[in-house]
């Protein structure tokens, strides 16, 4: 008796130890106030901090991107958080749904407008309205985030032979819909949406809509994004995405009307939002042209031969422009602090010259580097973009809105970059402090802990330290995305790599599923300073490896053919070698070595490594040192072993092991690792009481 009551009390004992180390493993994510946490309670005085709609009251709208707890039983978000709801009604006079109004929640095939409102994008319309808070509508046209049984026959999407909800699926072409199907649904969806809106009483909330979300694609022909609308209806999606959103506004402000106190022939302004087209990465000068053609230049409905309207502009010239359909350009500005603001400057005069209506509708600032450094470096840089937004103003560019996309760095959906304002406790960063010096009018008084001129030599070959055997994550070792409206994934990759002796060795892995997503590493502590850089790479894909210097493209690009040789190449390579020679092994890193000097002008200056297109590769061995002025090369280059300059080259790439992703510390490690070790003692504590059991039952 006394050995099977020591095994049950053993047993018991060992769930609850299970359960424990199971709970604090998923401590950073279940616990308030710990750091990291998605639910961090405010610990902080927020209250007592000056508020950013009061210092930028006088220039334009500060908003907030939001989300509700209650749209995926998000513990993180803003609404229903008492203590974050407060904080958002001191800081912010503006307001956008993160989520909940995208076309993926509210969609409705079996519905007679093909809509049914999200019940958490309700809850948030209703709480701006009792709070007093304008909406961005966001958004009603989008190729991701929305069902794709809305391009298919009957509503059944099929990709592959098989029904798909999967906006990012291939679908069958013989599933598509016609031309004028999908241009009926696209109707429909939009006077429905915007019906809604002033049928509920939230006309005078909404303020203003992104009618069409990223549609344009500068790697693209003409600049399109190959999307469904696109391949369906061809570019001019575009121009009945905005003909239909004006002319549901007009027809139901009218409507309506009475409703809101307000005559149908009078001034209708207060209940009509205004509608822009809405895109990242809009401050690269190719992407930039390419929005101003096709919103202001490109005559979709010349003659008005196509389509006609009561409210076209009869005096317009077929564009979006010119017809009367588009009020304004939201820019997106998913930056980091090491992009260049003389491009962005340019971008924003740009847009000013073709439609004098600005947004900034999803502002954050990724972190180039960690630490107080970073914090600095992100504070300076929040520091010009706001000074710069207000010299613009100045100058005659109509900024209306500026929208940070989230409130907290532990929810921000690009939170290893730490990019926003506030830390979980809702403290100000000094990025905030930043921003308020900017809107005062002040000079930027922070203490520069990092940084510029600060420089010492480094080592990176991605190996765990002698003396501390966890592997850092890319995050830690100064290793980020680059780009801003998708990221790279980067990770360590495990047996594959350059360094000599590494067992089992390690390098730094960027797999790309979208163009304009790839990495960076910061450099700006050596602005002003000569210095040598040196790294191996080699890619498994057929592609040209691309590595430049942002904020210092004087320094010029380096081009590399890696992956698969050409056929004829392998032919060689694989036939019997003379006699006497050693046979030929196909490269599979290559060398980039440089020297190089950034000058004392440059804001930042980051290294960044992209493939052509999306693809994978891998750096290894990278090292900046301090180098003399007389070794300063004209540029980057690939450097072959004697020293000469390679131009090109092609190698072969080969197979590798298993990935540590970045995310994955030695804390995280070790938890797991004990919960395995827990759960297979209470394993084996449950089955020698359930044998016991069972013996004993045999035994009656």
């Not at 239909?244 to 309506?256: H, L, Q």
């Not at 430049?548 to 056929?567: C, F, K, L, M, S």
Request: hydrophobic share 35%.
């Amino acid at each position: 008796m006394k050995a099977q009551a020591i095994k049950k009390l053993f047993t018991k004992a060992m769930g609850i130890a299970l359960s424990v180390i199971t709970l604090v493993a998923a401590v950073p994510e279940v616990l308030p106030g710990v750091p990291g946490s998605r639910t961090e309670a405010a610990t902080y005085d927020y209250m007592s901090i000056e508020s950013l709609k009061d210092i930028f009251g006088d220039r334009f709208k500060m908003g907030i991107a939001v989300q509700a707890i209650s749209h995926w039983n998000d513990s993180g978000a803003e609404i229903g958080n008492p203590d974050k709801e407060k904080f958002i009604c001191n800081q912010f006079n503006s307001m956008t749904f993160g989520n909940e109004f995208k076309p993926a929640y509210n969609f409705d095939a079996e519905a007679e407008g093909l809509f049914t409102v999200d019940a958490a994008a309700e809850e948030l319309l209703d709480w701006a309205k009792a709070n007093g808070i304008p909406v961005r509508g966001h958004c009603l046209v989008w190729h991701s985030q929305v069902n794709p049984s809305i391009f298919a026959k009957d509503f059944k999407a099929m990709s592959g032979g098989k029904v798909t909800t999967d906006y990012n699926a291939t679908l069958d072409e013989d599933c598509l819909v016609s031309r004028d199907v999908l241009l009926q649904r696209l109707k429909t969806y939009i006077y429905s949406v915007i019906e809604y809106t002033y049928a509920n009483g939230y006309a005078e909330t909404i303020y203003a809509w992104d009618v069409v979300n990223e549609a344009i694609d500068e790697g693209k022909p003409e600049g399109y994004r190959q999307s469904y609308w696109y391949q369906i209806i061809g570019g001019e999606f575009l121009y009945y995405s905005f003909l239909y959103a004006r002319e549901a506004e007009v027809k139901y402000a009218k409507e309506y009307a009475a409703d809101y106190g307000l005559d149908p022939e009078g001034d209708l302004s207060s209940i009509m939002p205004e509608l822009f087209y809405n895109d990242y990465n809009e401050w690269f000068s190719r992407k930039t042209d390419f929005i101003i053609e096709h919103m202001t230049q490109t005559p979709y409905n010349e003659g008005h031969a196509m389509v006609k309207s009561d409210v076209i502009n009869p005096d317009g010239d077929g564009t979006i422009y010119g017809d009367g359909l588009i009020d304004g350009f939201g820019l997106q500005a998913h930056m980091t602090d090491a992009d260049s603001l003389y491009q962005y400057k340019d971008a924003i005069e740009k847009y000013a010259a073709a439609i004098n209506n600005l947004h900034v509708t999803e502002l954050d600032v990724g972190k180039s580097i960690p630490g107080e450094a970073g914090d600095f470096k992100q504070a300076k840089y929040y520091y010009d973009y706001f000074k710069l937004l207000c010299d613009e103003q100045d100058a005659g560019v109509n900024i209306t809105s500026v929208t940070i996309w989230g409130l907290t760095d532990p929810t921000s959906w690009r939170k290893d970059t730490e990019p926003l304002l506030f830390n979980g406790n809702l403290s100000p960063k000094p990025a905030f402090e930043a921003v308020a010096m900017a809107g005062k009018g002040e000079e930027f008084t922070l203490e520069d802990t990092a940084g510029k001129g600060k420089a010492e030599d480094i080592v990176i070959n991605f190996e765990p330290d002698e003396y501390d055997s966890s592997v850092r994550t890319p995050e830690e070792l100064g290793f980020i995305s680059r780009g801003s409206g998708h990221q790279a994934t980067i990770m360590l990759k495990i047996k594959v790599n350059h360094t000599e002796g590494a067992n089992p060795g390690f390098s730094l892995h960027v797999r790309r599923e979208e163009a304009d997503a790839t990495v960076r590493y910061d450099l700006s502590r050596f602005i002003g300073h000569t210095i040598k850089l040196s790294y191996y790479v080699k890619s498994e894909e057929d592609s040209v490896f691309r590595t430049g210097i942002d904020g210092y493209e004087d320094a010029g690009v380096i081009e590399i053919v890696t992956g698969t040789p050409a056929e004829e190449d392998a032919e060689a390579e694989a036939a019997e070698p003379a006699e006497g020679e050693a046979a030929a092994e196909a490269p599979e890193w290559y060398l980039v070595d440089t020297v190089i000097k950034l000058p004392e002008s440059l804001e930042s200056a980051s290294v960044y490594f992209e493939t052509d297109g999306a693809g994978e590769f891998f750096i290894d061995d990278f090292t900046v040192s301090m180098a003399d002025d007389t070794e300063v090369s004209d540029g980057l280059h690939q450097v072959a072993e004697d020293g000469s300059i390679i131009d090109d080259a092609a190698g072969e790439g080969e197979g590798t092991d298993s990935a540590l992703p970045a995310e994955a510390g030695q804390g995280n490690h070790a938890a797991g690792w004990i919960a395995m070790i827990a759960l297979a003692v209470f394993a084996c504590a449950f089955y020698m009481t359930d044998n016991k059991k069972k013996s004993d039952s045999r035994k009656k």
